[in-house]
């Protein structure tokens, strides 16, 4: 069975940081450009990051750049998200998923392949 699983999530203060992460069971993730997008209650799902299936690309959203950074790990079938000086607005639970990406290039907005979501992880910031 394909399955992406996040965690890392948790309740911070702002400007606080938390490590989210993406692990694969059951198909090789590095075979894939991979984002993490967010949900707000009462909002859309956004895009935040991608990274693309080597690494060497990667691009996120207005709202999170120079705050959040994207890597992928693949021997350990991992993708994370740093995420620093942590706003309310982040407040979010926040997915991952495989992406498409443009001539092997992340470009924003993110677009995922599968219409499949995880049970995603819950980041709250507040005081």
């Known amino acids: 069975q394909l399955q992406l699983v996040e965690s890392g999530g948790g309740l911070v203060q702002p400007g606080g940081s938390l490590r989210l992460s993406c692990a694969a069971y059951g198909f090789t993730l590095d075979h894939y450009a991979t984002g993490w997008f967010r949900q707000a209650p009462g909002k859309e799902r956004e895009g935040v990051s991608c990274i693309s299936s080597s690494g060497s690309s990667t691009n996120y959203a207005d709202s999170v750049k120079g705050r959040f950074t994207i890597s992928r790990d693949n021997a350990k079938n991992t993708v994370y998200l740093q995420m620093n000086s942590l706003k309310p607005e982040d407040t979010a639970i926040y997915y991952c998923?495989?992406?498409?990406?443009?001539?092997?290039?992340?470009?924003?907005?993110?677009?995922?392949?599968?219409?499949?979501w995880g049970q995603g992880t819950q980041v709250t910031v507040s005081s």
């Open positions: 998923t495989v992406v498409q990406t443009v001539q092997a290039m992340c470009v924003m907005p993110i677009v995922p392949i599968s219409g499949s």
